[in-house]
T-cell receptor, first 114, second 117 residues
Framework: NAGVTQTPKFRILKIGQSMTLQCAQD?????MYWYRQDPGMGLKLIYY???????DKGEVPNGYNVSRSTTEDFPLRLELAAPSQTSVYFC?????????????FGEGSWLTVV | AQTVTQSQPEMSVQEAETVTLSCTYD???????LFWYKQPPSRQMILVIR??????QNATENRFSVNFQKAAKSFSLKISDSQLGDTAMYFC??????????????FGKGTHLIIQP
């Protein structure tokens, strides 16, 4: 019953450092997403993928990169971390069709940039 | 682009009372999906209820029901017999009919619901 798994759950980065947030899903979903949630706000879409080898930008892509080499994995790369990237990051996935396209979320990764 | 507005930043009710959370949205689409997600202090996003715009019947899930008014672009969530475990942030979200791909979910800013013992 793993669903969407994110690692790490917590991380502190120094300004200018880089890191990768890992995300894996075991539901054979084609669609995967990365969202960020700033304090007191709803979630905003960073990047999404409609299948292996295909990615596209969401609402707030600057400062991030993604790749999708397999159906299961969708890592998010932060290059040159900035304080503005302090946030909670959510990975999510869904079927491409049917089931009302319900999106299932991971438990979140808390990132602080100092 | 779609927008989702939740006009109540915070609400507080007594346990066992009924509470209604408001949500309005703006879209030019005719068919779409609407969702309510619950986010407890753990920050996990939990799907509460889903509504397809082409369905006139309001969705219900146990103590949770919606009042979907398509013409008014309104999608409120009613929680009956509220419980302490219902304390959480509640997010209203919109999805275009193209499905998960193009825009994913558009979220409102959330309503912090507090259930008092």
């Amino acid at each position: 019953n793993a669903g969407v798994t994110q690692t790490p759950k917590f991380r502190i980065l120094k300004i200018g450092q880089s890191m990768t947030l890992q995300c894996a899903q075991d539901m054979n979903h084609n669609y995967m997403y990365w969202y960020r949630q700033d304090p007191g706000m709803g979630l905003k879409l960073i990047y999404y993928s409609v299948g292996a080898g295909i990615t596209d930008k969401g609402e707030v892509p600057n400062g991030y990169n993604v790749s999708r080499s397999t159906t299961e994995d969708f890592p998010l790369r932060l290059e040159l971390a900035a304080p503005s990237q302090t946030s909670v990051y959510f990975c999510a996935s869904s079927y491409s069709k049917g089931a009302g396209n319900t999106i299932y979320f991971g438990e979140g990764s808390w990132l602080t940039v100092v | 682009a779609q927008t989702v507005t939740q006009s109540q930043p915070e609400m507080s009710v007594q346990e066992a009372e009924t509470v209604t959370l408001s949500c309005t949205y703006d879209t030019s689409e005719n068919n779409y999906y609407l969702f309510w997600y619950k986010q407890p202090p753990s920050r996990q996003m939990i799907l509460v209820i889903r509504q397809e715009a082409y369905k006139q019947q309001n969705a219900t899930e146990n103590r949770f029901s919606v009042n979907f008014q398509k013409a008014a672009k309104s999608f409120s969530l009613k929680i009956s017999d509220s419980q302490l475990g219902d304390t959480a942030m509640y997010f209203c979200a919109f999805m275009k009919p193209s499905g998960g791909g193009a825009d994913g979910l558009t979220f409102g800013k959330g309503t912090h619901l507090i259930i008092q013992p």
